[in-house]
């Protein structure tokens, strides 16, 4: 896809990190996000600590699963069969079908 201004968002790292994980966020602003980073942080820093592991806790599991189906099973029952008649009777011969057709 082309954009014609301000070109294509990629996006940033911040998306590969699940909230469940995140421990803490700390936001660094001025001489002490400068003296950790540099020039890069003279803006600010956000800190952000993921969780880790715990000595001496048990080991935890946690399953999360979707289920997509791609393809839409539909059994409905068209109707592939069709013809005329009065009050649900089909007609049995040439005169009793044709005084049955509608005219538009």
Same mark, same amino acid.
């Given at each position: 896809?082309? @954009?014609t201004?301000g070109? *294509?968002?990629?996006?940033?790292?911040?998306?590969?990190?699940?909230?469940?994980?995140?421990?803490?966020?700390?936001v660094?602003?001025?001489?002490?996000?400068?003296?950790?980073?540099g020039?890069r942080g003279?803006n600010?820093?956000?800190?952000?600590?993921?969780?880790?592991?715990?000595?001496?806790k048990?080991?935890?599991?946690?399953?999360?699963n979707n *289920?997509t #189906?791609?393809t839409i099973?539909?059994y409905?029952d068209?109707?592939? @069969? #069709?013809?005329?008649?009065?009050?649900?009777?089909?007609?049995?011969?040439?005169?009793?079908?044709?005084?049955s057709?509608m005219?538009?």
């Open positions: 896809m082309q @954009v201004w070109g *294509l968002d990629m996006g940033d790292g911040l998306n590969n990190i699940n909230p469940d994980d995140i421990e803490s966020i700390q660094l602003k001025g001489a002490a996000a400068s003296a950790l980073y020039y003279g600010g820093a956000i800190l952000i600590t993921t969780k880790s592991g715990k000595k001496g048990p080991i935890s599991i946690e399953f999360n *289920l #189906f791609n099973y539909d409905r068209y109707q592939k @069969v #069709f013809g005329q008649g009065t009050y649900g009777s089909r007609p049995t011969d040439i005169n009793s079908a044709k005084s057709e005219y538009s």
